[in-house]
C-alpha cells in the first residue's frame, strides 16, 4: 500500500462524539486525499491537502474537518459522528509535479468507521 | 458536468476468456483516465492510466484499456482471464480542477 498507514482500521463509536481518524505516509508526496467509500457510490472525495496547512474541501465536506501540520500526516475529524457517517475511509497520496494532473493517486488500506 | 458511469454492477467470466469491463466518461477538454482495482478489505491498487498516444494502454497484472475518444469509452480488458482477478474495479477521470472522479465500480466474478 505505497508507505501509507491509516489507523485507526476498524472504529465503533455512538452518535454525538468526534471521531480522529489518521493517514500517515512515509513517501513524501505533497498531495493527500481523505474519501469514504460506500456502496452504489464509489469513493467520493470528503477533503484533500495541497501541502502542509493548505486544505480544501471536496464533495461531501460537511461534517468533516482536516488539517495537516506536518507533510507526512493528513488527518481527518468528524466534528461529532452521525449514523450517516458510516463508511470505508480511505487516504491517498500523489506526488506533485509538473504534469500533477497525469500523476495517479496511492491509496491506504483503510478504516472502516460505524456509527451507532 | 464531469462524470464517468459503469454501466455494469457486475461482469461475469469464465477463467481463461477474455473479459471486458466497461467505462464511458463526460469531461471537458482531454481526458485523464484510470483504472483501478480493489481486491476484499484492501485499498485500491492502481493499474493503468491513459493520458495522451497511444489508445491502446498496458498495465499490471496483464491488464490493458482501450481509449476510444469518438465513443467517450475506456473499457478495461484482459486476453485470459485469472481466478484471482475477481475483485471490484473502479475506473476514474480526472477533472479540470485536478481531483479524481471515480464511477461506482464494476465487480469482476472470474469462474473456474
Known amino acids: 500500500d505505497a508507505g501509507i498507514t491509516q489507523s485507526p482500521r476498524h472504529k465503533v463509536t455512538e452518535t454525538g462524539t468526534p471521531v480522529t481518524l489518521r493517514c500517515h505516509q512515509t513517501?513524501?508526496?505533497?498531495?493527500m486525499y481523505w474519501y469514504r467509500q460506500d456502496p452504489g457510490h464509489g469513493l467520493r472525495l470528503i477533503h484533500y491537502?495541497?501541502?502542509?496547512?493548505?486544505?480544501d474541501k471536496g464533495e461531501v465536506s460537511d461534517g468533516y474537518s482536516v488539517s495537516r501540520s506536518k507533510t507526512e500526516d493528513f488527518l481527518l475529524t468528524l466534528e461529532s459522528a452521525t449514523s450517516s457517517q458510516t463508511s470505508v475511509y480511505f487516504c491517498?497520496?500523489?506526488?506533485?509535479?509538473?504534469?500533477?494532473?497525469?500523476?495517479?493517486?496511492?491509496f491506504g488500506p483503510g478504516t472502516r468507521l460505524t456509527v451507532l | 458536468a464531469q462524470s464517468v458511469a459503469q454501466p455494469e454492477d457486475q461482469v461475469n467470466v469464465a477463467e481463461g476468456n477474455p473479459l471486458t469491463v466497461k467505462c464511458t466518461y463526460s469531461?471537458?477538454?482531454?481526458?485523464?483516465l484510470f483504472w483501478y482495482v480493489q481486491y476484499p478489505n484492501r485499498g485500491l491498487q492502481f493499474l493503468l492510466k491513459?493520458?495522451?498516444?497511444?489508445?491502446l494502454v498496458k498495465g499490471s497484472y496483464g491488464f490493458e484499456a482501450e481509449f476510444n475518444k469518438s465513443q467517450t469509452s475506456f473499457h478495461l480488458k484482459k486476453p485470459s482471464a485469472l481466478v484471482s482477478d475477481s475483485a471490484l474495479y473502479f475506473c476514474a477521470v480526472r477533472s479540470f480542477t485536478g481531483k479524481l472522479i471515480f464511477g461506482q465500480g464494476t465487480t469482476l466474478q472470474v469462474k473456474p
Open positions: 513517501e513524501n508526496h505533497r498531495y
Open positions: 491517498a497520496i500523489s506526488e506533485f509535479s509538473s504534469g500533477v494532473f497525469y500523476n495517479e493517486q496511492f
Open positions: 491537502s495541497y501541502g502542509v496547512k493548505d486544505t
Open positions: 469531461v471537458s477538454g482531454n481526458p485523464y
Open positions: 491513459y493520458i495522451t498516444g497511444d489508445n
